[in-house]
């Protein structure tokens, strides 16, 4: 009796004295930009969200190894979501309020971006969307949190369809193609189709739909309907295993890899490498930057955070693809904070949203991106109140066998097509929640 | 009619393979009373151990030759899933002899997370490869007989081949030795089967054992079709409506029970998928199972439930 006393003493003593040790720290945290990193590195997308959340980590790490944002340095703390819209949620709410407030959300998860709309006006806290989220909140007059950074689903269903009319000789060829979509039937699977449905109605191609149950495992009769229908040409959305199991489906049912173009999330390297062969030929669309092992930036990791063993995954995947979508999502947030500090004080922790403004007029140039390792990698950023996307470039790349290489020049995407689909959706999402979207005047507050 | 019967052929060699799957689960409740949650975390982590040791261990004794390298994994994944079966024995199922069935598999429920868990920080939550030479290209056949003949994955037809032989063996098994009575004798009552003689632990060991060679058969053929990763956990679910269907103590009723799921999910999805948006074959199994739940709950070959009141 008296040992288990002496034992709960010690251990109440070792509580008191640790949270006392820690108080210092978590003042001191204050002072520091805090980043919440919302991440699945468990669960059935694991292998594709691991190497997102390594290179948004580290990209935080490096940005501390060089001095912090203007001096401030960053604190940053991982939750699992599992790829779960209510885990996601319930990461956002545990995290919001936490070290002085967040300075911006990136679910990646088109599901959790959908539940987290509604919740980061009220909690003043954006939301960083590159390359997945609600096509339509690229209008930033009414989505006034949301940054669909660099392009959206919009973007790369119409730039799928340059490249397959670029393939076949002009939009003309068009007319009378059969054009599959095999999707993961989910929010972030349905994005593209209307899209498509317009573009096939103005150039008279044919789209076929074809949803997959998550995650994605069972494709045979997906796969069978495709070799039934003879599609012209398939393009893949999917995430996760759904993409490999996708191209072991058409080896299986000899459908040519190189008819199929897949969406930035499904062209990494944990999609076809154990495939290999069987998806050589196959090409993908990128959100701007493929896989980079030569660019300045990634250079620049493996001397500052990896040499001195600070990395947090494996070497060997620095400057993979998804690894490289997760480092420009950080660099995107990161900007974000400079930006702001511009106006509001240099050296200064910045406000949710005082990082709204600063992502709001985010103006990244050339000089700029290879001033920071990033050329090569991607293209100019500009964004305004009214258009929270700031770019909509896109390259095709195409697996040998072994690895990426790109096979197309630059594409952007047709404003003409996109911006009324843009303004039409948003309106009407303005009209459903009753809201007031902002004028240009508004927006020079 | 040629697409007719490769969706048909397909499904009955998917059917095949989700009778391997459901056949962990009949195992088991055979031999214990247990529904074992944990079928497709086994799945997983035997997968996850073959597809790591057969990088590992190479690399370790110097081997080139792949056939030796995957015999070698193999057999020490199997070695794996005996601890795993001697350990489930020793942790858990010792302490809960003559338990409520709910709490039974509550506790394999458990078991399925330590298993996830362990698996991924052992040997870790990337995609790996398990090569054991399955042909990935598919064959025509009958082709004078249907335009563009006839379709056939050759992968899943090595797949059923496989999952069919394990199927009968371990039908042969049950039925014509003594340790296969003695299993379906634990099954039938525990307090019984020990009052003559019968050792309960050792049973519960052989039972795990087999259901977990059975997972590691299954992991092996699934990983090689879609790469070792998280997912496979998942494929196990494939087999619940199997077993609702087949009856939760026959074998038989998971190879028929696959075959019928097999079939179903993929003809429902090709020609009922059109009409109401598609990507139906999972919920449709499910559907299958209900109906099936609703009229004949013992499923097909399953033991009449009969209580005295």
New interface residues.
């Given amino acids: 009796m008296k040992l288990r006393k002496l034992v709960l003493t010690a251990l109440g003593t070792a509580v008191v004295l640790s949270s006392l040790a820690a108080a210092p720290a978590a003042l001191a945290q204050v002072k520091e930009q805090f980043f919440p990193v919302l991440v699945y590195?468990?669960?059935?997308y694991?292998?594709n969200g691991?190497q997102w959340a390594n290179g948004y980590v580290d990209y935080l790490k490096l940005v501390n190894a060089k001095g912090g944002i203007n001096g401030v340095k960053i604190s940053f703390e991982e939750c699992e979501t599992a790829y779960a819209t209510d885990r996601g949620v319930e990461c956002y709410e545990r995290l919001k309020g936490k070290n002085g407030g967040a300075t911006v959300f990136q679910p990646l998860s088109t599901g959790v971006t959908f539940a987290l709309t509604e919740k980061a006006p009220v909690d003043k806290i954006p939301l960083i969307t590159a390359g997945y989220g609600r096509s339509e909140s690229q209008n930033g007059a009414v989505f006034t949190w949301n940054f669909p950074l660099l392009g959206t689903y919009w973007v790369g269903a119409d730039v799928a369809i340059q490249h397959i009319a670029k393939k076949e000789g002009g939009v003309a060829k068009l007319k009378g193609k059969k054009i599959a979509l095999v999707y993961h039937?989910s929010p972030y699977g349905k994005e593209p189709i209307p899209v498509l449905q317009e573009l096939g109605k103005t150039y008279g191609f044919d789209v076929q739909?074809?949803?997959?149950?998550h995650?994605?495992?069972?494709q045979?009769?997906?796969w069978?309907?495709i070799?039934?229908q003879k599609p012209d040409y398939v393009l893949l959305w999917g995430w996760?295993?759904m993409n490999?199991?996708a191209l072991?489906e058409a080896?299986?049912?000899?459908y040519p890899r190189d008819k199929m173009i897949g969406i930035w999330w499904a062209g990494a390297e944990?999609d076809v490498?154990?495939v290999a062969e069987?998806a050589k030929g196959y090409s993908a669309l990128t959100l701007q930057h493929g896989a980079e092992p030569n660019s300045r930036v990634v250079k620049d990791m493996l001397e500052q955070v990896y040499a001195k063993g600070q990395g947090t995954g494996p070497k060997a995947e620095v400057g993979q693809v998804l690894y490289m979508r997760g480092l420009l999502s950080a660099m995107l947030g990161v900007e974000g904070v400079r930006k702001a500090q511009e106006r509001f004080g240099k050296g200064k922790v910045m406000t949710g949203e005082q990082v709204r403004w600063g992502l709001e007029n985010l103006n990244l140039d050339q000089k700029t991106l290879d001033s920071m390792g990033f050329a090569g990698v991607m293209r100019p950023v500009q964004t305004s109140c009214l258009d929270h996307m700031g770019s909509a470039w896109v390259r095709v790349h195409t697996w040998n066998g072994s690895k990426w290489e790109f096979s197309s020049d630059w594409y952007q995407a047709d404003e003409k097509n996109l911006r009324p689909m843009v303004m039409l959706a948003s309106s009407k999402y303005a009209e459903e929640k009753k809201l007031k979207p902002r004028t240009p005047e508004e927006c020079k507050k | 009619m040629g697409?007719f019967l490769?969706?048909l052929i397909?499904?009955l060699m998917?059917g095949m393979l989700y009778s391997l799957v459901a056949l962990g689960f009949v195992l088991i409740f055979k031999a214990s009373g247990v529904f074992n949650f944990a079928q497709g975390a086994m799945v997983l982590f035997a997968a996850l151990a073959m597809a790591r040791f057969a990088v590992w261990i190479p690399a370790w004794l110097g081997l080139d030759s792949p056939f030796l390298a995957n015999t070698i994994a193999f057999l020490a994944a199997g070695a794996l899933m005996f601890v795993v079966a001697w350990l489930v024995e020793r942790l858990v199922l010792r302490h809960l002899v003559n338990q409520e069935g709910a709490t039974l598999l509550m506790a394999t429920l458990g078991i399925a997370y330590v298993l996830e868990g362990v698996g991924?920080s052992i040997f870790g939550?990337?995609?790996?490869?398990i090569d054991i030479g399955m042909p990935?290209?598919?064959v025509m056949i009958l082709e004078g007989s249907f335009e563009g003949g006839l379709?056939i994955?050759?992968?899943?037809f090595v797949a059923a081949l496989i999952a069919a032989v394990l199927v009968a063996l371990l039908a042969l098994f049950f039925q014509k030795t003594v340790t296969g009575r003695a299993l379906r004798a634990v099954a039938d009552d525990h307090q019984a089967a020990q009052s003559i003689g019968i050792p309960l632990n050792r049973i519960w060991v052989i039972v795990w054992c087999v259901a977990g060679v059975v997972a590691l058969v299954a992991g092996v053929i699934w990983g090689s079709?879609?790469?070792v990763?998280?997912?496979l956990a998942?494929?196990a679910l494939?087999g619940l409506p199997v077993v609702i269907l087949g009856g939760l103590t026959s074998i038989p009723g998971a190879i028929i029970g696959g075959l019928i799921i097999g079939v179903g999910?993929?003809l429902s999805?090709?020609y009922l998928?059109p009409m109401i948006?598609?990507?139906i074959?999972?919920?449709f199994a499910y559907q299958l199972a209900l109906v099936f739940l609703l009229f004949r709950p013992q499923g097909l070959f399953g033991e009449k439930i009969i209580d005295r009141v």
């Fill in positions: 590195r468990t669960g059935a694991a292998a691991s039937d739909l074809l949803p997959v149950a995650p994605g495992v069972e045979k009769a997906t069978l309907q070799r039934q996760g295993v490999s199991t072991r080896q299986s049912t000899g944990p490498k154990d069987g | 697409f490769e969706t397909g499904g998917a991924t939550s990337d995609v790996y490869k990935k290209d598919p379709l994955n050759k992968e899943d079709k879609l790469g990763q998280f997912s998942t494929v494939r999910e993929k999805e090709v998928g948006g598609g990507g074959e999972i919920w």
